[in-house]
């Protein structure tokens, strides 16, 4: 039997023909205060916990994505995501941003309803985050991780989340870190940094762009 050819996922790097070559994805949860009340949980600054997505959940800028089957409540969640250049394992804070290819702009689709069915009894979070094109990415930009500024989503020219970076509860380079002493990271690893409040609802035909300032804009669609 012929072995079968796999696709290695990428993302796309900006004002570049080079792509980067997606290995995990790697989520943080509830790391905004405001997210995290409006979750319903305490936003004290407990360790964060860590889920994850399938690196071929990554989409481009521009896709249109098939409102998924399986769910009645697909949510949006806007993120910063760093992309890695080099790895580890318990790596000190003081040398994570070392690690840190560049930064781009992403979206954490959800299917809401049934994480909420796994939250109540206990069951694995992979069939609501981990589906298929539940990653929609923009352009990656190499460089340092911002400090601050403006993260916000749209949907159909409407404001749905809005906050700063500076609002996380940990950032992204103490995230790396707390990370790398649960798994050995790698160059091409990602990881999703946590959403501002104003998480909801989306139905097909909705349009979607998730910002933050400096960085190319994410664009998707429903359909």
Known sequence: MKLPT?????LAIHDSSARFPVRRIYCV????????????????RQEPFFFS??????????????????????????????????GGCDIPVEEAEQRIFGCAVGVDLTRRDLQAVAKKVGRPWDMAK??????PIGPLVPGPVPR??????????????????SDMIWAPAEILAILSTYVHLAPGDLIFTGTPSGVGPLKSGDRVTGRVDGLPAVHIEVA
């Open 53 to 86: 997505k399938p690196a071929d959940a990554v989409v481009p800028s521009g896709t249109v994505v098939p409102f998924p089957t399986r769910t009645q409540d697909l949510h949006h969640e806007v993120e910063l995501v760093i992309a890695l250049g080099a």
């Open 6 to 10: 796999v696709h290695t996922p990428s």
């Open 130 to 135: 981990g589906f298929d094109r539940s990653a």
């Open 29 to 44: 949860g509830q790391n905004y205060a405001e997210h995290a009340r409006e979750m319903g949980n305490d936003p004290d």
């Open 148 to 165: 601050d500024g403006a993260i916000t989503l749209a949907v159909n020219g409407s404001p749905r989340q809005s906050g700063r970076l």
